[in-house]
Nanobody, 118 residues
Framework: QVQLQESGGGLVQAGGSLRVSCVAS????????KGWFRQAPGKEREFVAG????????WYADSVRGRFTISRDDAKNTVDLQMNSLALEDTAVYYC???????????WGHGTQVTVSS
């Protein structure tokens, strides 16, 4: 099992930027595909961005492509999400996740709140 801990959430004005980070621990956790998801109030959790275990492929939800960038540092066992041009609809709890096989995300962090204000 992988333990995941998010940090870096907070309050930001629309149009601003924020970076959230996730540190993983557990056996072989640095070799897993990682992702970010989010859940807004009253909505289901949705995929935001993913990065392959090898680090050479990333993919994004249409709603964030071009604004958000996912990256990983396997030496530190972290995965970050840089969020630019934030909009009100980006307000959500952001969760880090890890996939032990393929892109089936098995392990989850507890989430970090991101609030975008007008």
């Amino acid at each position: 099992q992988v333990q995941l801990q998010e940090s870096g959430g907070g309050l930001v004005q629309a149009g601003g930027s924020l970076r959230v980070s996730c540190v993983a621990s557990g056996r072989a956790s640095s070799r897993y595909t990682k992702g970010w998801f989010r859940q807004a109030p009253g909505k289901e959790r949705e995929f935001v961005a993913g990065i392959l275990w090898s680090g050479d492929r990333t993919w994004y939800a249409d709603s964030v492509r071009g604004r958000f960038t996912i990256s990983r540092d396997d030496a530190k066992n972290t995965v970050d999400l840089q969020m630019n041009s934030l909009a009100l609809e980006d307000t959500a709890v952001y969760y880090c996740a890890a996939a032990r096989t393929g892109t089936k995300f098995d392990d989850w962090g507890h989430g970090t709140q991101v609030t975008v204000s007008s």
